[in-house]
């Protein structure tokens, strides 16, 4: 269940793209016109405005500016999952107090979800807070059970039995069905020899 | 609010293979510089490019078709930036974006949920779908000659068993039967 940063991606992708597309295109453009420009037999390296030692401590700056900033965007842009943080439900009915985690109610729906015979796997986590959780789910249903009745399962069943665990209604709820494919066992078909 | 499941495809190994090369370049010219910096001298394994990066000019051509290829790259890296990926699930019935409620069906569940119900048919073999958008095309290879039956079975239990699906927009099924490995 991971969420990938699409936008965020997009974003430094373009102007990493914009970035070289630029500098090469300008070096591109000085190196054929050297001729009219004048620097058709001038060394490349002659055209900075400082020499060795001062040009390498300039460059080694900005080559770990460059670096750290492509660390920062690559951590930044990487997938992840929905946080994990979880909180803890208290219901006081008068005779006691119960406490409930929000994790324990994940791990116990997939686990009632997994003991159905429509359920094949599911991936449930529970964030947000006390009174507005949020729900993200993934259900792989088994393409053999009828599809309708696992859909029903998860909708009518599953998600309002997390939600009286919890006592609150979900905020958001984001779920996605999946159906596995059939795992093929032992053929049950006579082989005429 | 904002979507978890229905999004479109990421460019995470893009941006990280771009990341990663650059990365690599500027860290070893970084050590490169701080060693010239640090000793006063060049580090032996690298003289040898320098002495050649030295005399380059601004008309030579390598030049020239290196700051080429670095634009082309960075065109192309833009191309992919801009390119809308596809999106990898369907819209439910279900979903409301008032009621904050995602409800996505995986487009290659929905493929497995139709090569199952292919493959069940009678007199098909094997089946492989494809699901592009609103457009599902199932290729299936039968052992019979005759294969409009066949294709006409497979399009309708096909149909049926999405049909079901409480599917935002429907999904057309097309068949194609080939006759492989019969008499």
Known sequence: ?193 | MSRFWHVRSARTATLLSTCLLLLGISTTFLVICLIRVASGSWPSWITGFLDSAKNIVWENSSLLALAIGVAVIGLLLLIAALVPGKRRTALLEWDSVHEHEEWVADNRGLANLARYEAERTDGVGGASPILRGKKLHVGVSTPVHETRDISQSVQANVQEVLSAIPLAHSISVSVKATTRGGQ
Not at chain 1, 22 to 41: E, F, K
Not at chain 1, 80 to 97: E, H
Not at chain 1, 168 to 174: D, E, L, M, T, V
């Open chain 1, 1 to 193: 269940m991971w969420k990938p940063n699409s936008v965020r991606q997009r974003v430094f992708l373009a102007l990493l793209g914009l970035l070289l597309m630029a500098g090469g295109a300008c070096v591109a453009w000085l190196s054929w016109n050297s001729t009219q420009n004048g620097l058709a037999q001038k060394r490349l390296i002659d055209s900075f405005p400082a020499q060795m030692p001062e040009v390498g401590i300039y460059i080694a700056g900005a080559l770990a500016l460059i670096s750290i900033m492509l660390i920062v965007v690559m951590v930044s842009a990487l997938p992840r999952k929905p946080g994990k943080r979880t909180f803890i439900y208290q219901s006081d009915k008068g005779t006691g107090i119960s406490t409930v985690d929000s994790g324990t109610v994940a791990l116990a729906a997939r686990e009632a979800a997994e003991s159905t015979p429509e359920v094949a796997h599911a991936d449930i986590r529970i964030n947000g807070t006390v009174k507005s959780p949020i729900l993200y789910a993934r259900f792989a249903l088994r393409v053999d059970a009828r599809p309708m009745d696992g859909m029903g399962l998860v909708r009518d069943v599953l998600i309002p039995q997390m939600e009286q665990a919890l006592g609150a209604r979900f905020a958001r709820k984001h779920v996605n069905i999946d159906f596995q494919p059939k795992i093929s066992g032992t053929s049950a078909k006579t082989t005429l020899t």
